[in-house]
């Protein structure tokens, strides 16, 4: 798997809420309640486990954040893309939003 450019990841997120941080791309959704965000991260598991690509996850009241890296390159590569704009659909469809302010 080949690192990509920072400017590449950064427009292929554009718009999403996911932003390059410190090399890694990061979300955080607003769930209002940890009940909520427990529901937000098992919707997370199911498809980071079909994608075999797993996002470091921090659960707290009142949000969740995401972050993704490919290890074994220790960079951003297209599967964090790809794993970044599937969940994105997937949080967008169940009614959650990117967390703002915070």
């Known amino acids: 798997m080949e690192p990509l450019e920072i400017a590449r990841v950064e ?7 996911w932003e390059v941080v410190d090399g890694q791309l990061v979300v955080r959704y607003a769930t209002g ?4 965000g427990v529901r937000l991260v ?3 598991a199911g498809a980071a486990e079909a994608a075999n690509h797993h996002p470091d996850v921090t659960l707290t009241y009142p949000w969740v954040e995401l972050r993704l890296l490919t290890h074994e390159v220790d960079a951003l590569t297209s599967a964090d ?3 970044a704009l599937e969940l994105t659909e997937l949080v967008r469809e169940h009614g959650v939003e990117v967390a703002t302010g915070e």
Request: net charge negative; proline share 0%.
């Open 81 to 83: 893309v790809d794993l």
């Open 42 to 44: 098992e919707l997370v």
């Open 11 to 17: 427009q292929a997120v554009a718009g999403t809420g």
């Open 33 to 36: 309640s940890f009940v909520a």
